[in-house]
């Protein structure tokens, strides 16, 4: 039984900054690519960034050089640290794997899921 689950969501003025993690547990292989995704209200989900196995990193244009994406394999931790933080990227954030590989940031099939953790950026 896979299990992600997020933490370290929270309120953040403009501008600042939040460190998210991904705890993983269960059957599940370091091959994996893994992806952040967020939910803002009224649209539909988004692909933030991915990383596979070997720390290859992907954004979105978006979020370019203000996010960073990260995994510790040793203690099954996914980060995503947000810098620049705007009141538009308030969203449910969710991390996720996917087997096979990923080209495209959001746009493989991701099997496993968190159950989100929600991101308040202020004004």
């Known amino acids: 039984q896979v299990q992600l689950v997020e933490s370290g969501g929270g309120s953040v003025q403009a501008g600042g900054s939040l460190r998210l993690s991904c705890a993983v547990s269960?059957?599940?292989?370091?091959?994996?690519?893994m992806g952040w995704f967020r939910q803002r209200p009224g649209r539909e989900r988004e692909g933030v960034a991915h990383i596979n196995s070997d720390e290859r990193t992907k954004y979105a244009d978006t979020v370019k050089g203000r996010f960073t994406i990260s995994r510790d394999n040793a203690k099954n931790i996914l980060y995503l640290q947000m810098n620049g933080l705007e009141p538009e990227e308030t969203a449910m954030y969710y991390c996720?794997?996917?087997?096979?590989?990923?080209?495209?940031?959001?746009?493989?099939?991701?099997?496993?899921w968190g159950l989100g953790t929600q991101v308040t950026v202020s004004s």
């Open positions: 269960g059957d599940i292989s370091s091959r994996y690519f």
């Open positions: 996720a794997a996917a087997r096979g590989r990923c080209i495209v940031v959001g746009g493989c099939t991701y099997r496993y």
